[in-house]
Each structure stands twice: as C-alpha cells, then as structure tokens.
Nanobody, 125 residues
Framework: QVQLVESGGGLAQAGGSLRLSCAAS????????MGWFRRPPGKERAFVAA????????WYADSVKARFTISRDNAKNTVYLQMNSLKPEDTARYYC??????????????????WGQGTQVTVSS
C-alpha cells in the first residue's frame, strides 16, 4: 500500500508559478514511475506529466510542454511539478499517482495503481 499526499496548490495569477509536491509513504518509490494528472472544472481527468523511476525519462502533455517540469527526489520519496507561465486554463485539481506494476504506459490513468487526493490550483487572469 502506498499513500500519496499532494501539496503546494493554491491561487496564482496568470504568468505566475507554483510548485506542487507529492510525498509518498508506505513504500519506497524509487523503483516506480510516477505521474501528474489534472481535472479541470467540469472535465475529465487528463495526463499532465510523468517521470520514470530513475528520473531519466520524462513525458508531458502538449499543453504544458516548456512550461511545466516534473522531477523527483527519491531520497525524499517525493515527486515535484514546477509550473511556470501559468494560464487560466491550468485551473484544475492536480493529482499525483504511482505505477508499481511494470510494463504499462505512464501516459494513461490505467497505468497507475495509487492516487493522491489532489491539490487545487486556481489561476486568475
């Protein structure tokens, strides 16, 4: 069992920055891929970014490329999402997730086994 707790959300102005953190407990996450998803108001949850167990590979949704950066600190059992140049359309609840079974896509919800409760990000124009 893995528990994931997101933090760092809040209110930001367009053009601003926020840094989300996802702290894991219950299992060392250094061997597993992790990702961030988001659910905008009234929409389905969608992929944002993912990172391989080593941090050597990262993937991003087209809508956040060059603005968001995913990283991990395995010593702290934590994954981060640095969000720059925020836009109102980035407003959403952001969730982190971990994939403990190998061989699945990290770009899809079905590739993950445990999810956090999410943290709200609101970007004002």
């Amino acid at each position: 069992q893995v528990q994931l707790v997101e933090s760092g959300g809040g209110l930001a102005q367009a053009g601003g920055s926020l840094r989300l953190s996802c702290a894991a407990s219950g299992r060392t996450v250094s061997n597993y891929g992790m990702g961030w998803f988001r659910r905008p108001p009234g929409k389905e949850r969608a992929f944002v970014a993912a990172i391989s167990w080593s941090g050597g590979n990262t993937w991003y949704a087209d809508s956040v490329k060059a603005r968001f950066t995913i990283s991990r600190d395995n010593a702290k059992n934590t994954v981060y999402l640095q969000m720059n140049s925020l836009k109102p359309e980035d407003t959403a609840r952001y969730y982190c997730a971990i994939s403990v079974l190998a061989g699945r896509s990290l770009l899809r919800e079905g590739g993950y086994d445990y999810w956090g409760q999410g943290t709200q990000v609101t970007v004002s124009s």
